[in-house]
């Protein structure tokens, strides 16, 4: 079945460092992909997303680029601030069943001052 | 931009008494709703889709007797937590999607954290 696979945390940087987060996927057909954030205590925001090969997701500094050939959708950001802890999720909208997500299990990152 | 209220945000209630959670989409219809179940530091596990006007569809695994899913509106739905024991406390979130858009992302709710006592 459909599956997302992230890198396990958690993820500690300093301040302005870069940030890459993994994510990697199995699905039927052709879905599209997201990266949801979740700061503490409260529901998950969608961050960024991107629909078939190729395109690139980005908002607030945070890009991720749809790999096909790869079956990726690695996150980055080039400088982290201490505002960007949280969990972060990479999710796939599974294929022609109304807009259910399967996600990842959650990359936390802590970024010191 | 879309939002997705759900309540209450917190409950804490005894071993073998029944919760309900509601899930309201504010400013957009929702043919569909989504609940999840997160537990601590895990990803969220999809229970059930919730279809407005008919039944829902749970996930394997997921006990349909106990988690009872009421979507009687295109803007409200309701899971209830029957017989609640100690294992069903977790982080119970919702989502919707605004039905004119297939397109348009999922919006989540802020969840539900339920404690069995």
């Known amino acids: 079945g459909d599956s997302v696979t992230q890198m396990e945390g958690p993820v500690t940087l300093s301040e302005e460092a870069f940030l890459t987060i993994n994510c990697t996927y199995t699905a039927t057909g052709y879905p599209s992909l997201f990266w949801y954030v979740q700061y503490p205590g409260e529901g998950l925001q969608l961050l960024l997303k991107a629909t078939k090969a190729d395109d690139k997701g980005s908002n607030k500094g945070f890009e991720a680029t749809y790999r096909k050939e790869t079956t990726s959708f690695h996150l980055e950001k080039g400088s982290v601030q201490v505002s960007d802890s949280a969990v972060y999720f990479c999710?796939?909208?599974?294929?022609?069943?109304?807009?259910?997500?399967?996600f990842g299990q959650g990359t936390e990152l802590s970024v010191k001052p | 931009g879309a939002v997705v209220s759900q309540h209450p945000s917190r409950v804490i209630c005894k071993s073998g008494t029944s919760v309900k959670i509601e899930c309201r989409s504010l400013?957009?219809?929702?043919?569909?709703m989504f609940w999840y179940r997160q537990f601590p530091k895990q990803s969220l596990m999809l229970m059930a889709t919730s279809n407005e006007g008919s039944k829902a569809t749970y996930e394997q695994g997921v006990e349909k007797d106990k988690f009872l899913i009421n979507h009687a509106s295109l803007t409200l739905s309701t899971l209830t937590v029957t017989s609640a024991h100690p294992e069903d406390s977790s982080f119970y979130i919702c989502s919707a999607r605004d039905q004119d858009s297939y397109n348009s992302p999922l919006h989540f709710g802020n969840g539900t954290r339920l404690t069995v006592t």
């Open positions: 400013d957009f219809q929702a043919t569909t």
């Open positions: 999710a796939l909208k599974v294929y022609n069943q109304g807009g259910k997500l399967i």
